[in-house]
């Protein structure tokens, strides 16, 4: 996966976040909102990594989070996971105008994915991926 730079933190315009911004997708103004919230508390883990340690976000959503981690953390290595059931044609634009930006985003559930290599750090942000887990 490519990493992208620009400037980091929750609050500033990033260079994925104009990028979203600009697009006209439906709700992105939602899900930059959303991705800005998740960094306050994500950032902090990503920053006690070492040098090309690799990420996993379950449940990556449009990859406007995964995106802009990766802008503050360009030496780590994101990848996300995402099955977009029926309802998230939105998600889906937005996490095109991500994955075209060199974000790597599996478009599968966790219980289907197989990866093939290890990560130093694994996140997901819904309690509803939580309770999914924990039943597997």
């Known amino acids: 996966p490519r990493r992208l730079s620009g400037s980091s ?3 500033c315009m ?3 976040l104009k990028i ?3 697009s006209g ?3 992105s103004d939602l899900w930059i909102n959303e991705a800005r919230f ?3 508390y994500i950032h902090r883990y990503c920053s006690d ?3 090309d340690s690799s990420v996993l976000e379950v ?3 449009s990859g406007i989070l995964m995106a802009m981690l990766s802008e503050a953390s360009v030496s780590l ?3 996300g996971i995402e099955p977009f059931g029926d309802g998230f044609e939105g998600l889906v634009a937005l996490n095109t105008l991500i994955k075209d930006k060199g974000m790597a985003i599996h478009k599968v559930g966790f219980e289907y994915f197989d990866p093939r290599k290890k990560y130093d750090l694994i996140y997901l942000r819904s309690e509803e991926h939580t309770s999914e887990l924990q039943s597997h």
Do not use: A, R
Request: aromatic share 8%; proline share 4%.
């Open 9 to 11: 933190g929750p609050d």
């Open 14 to 16: 990033t260079d994925i």
């Open 20 to 22: 979203v911004s600009d």
């Open 25 to 27: 997708c439906e709700n």
């Open 38 to 40: 998740g960094f306050k």
């Open 49 to 51: 990594l070492g040098k």
């Open 59 to 61: 449940g990556c959503g």
């Open 77 to 79: 290595d994101f990848e």
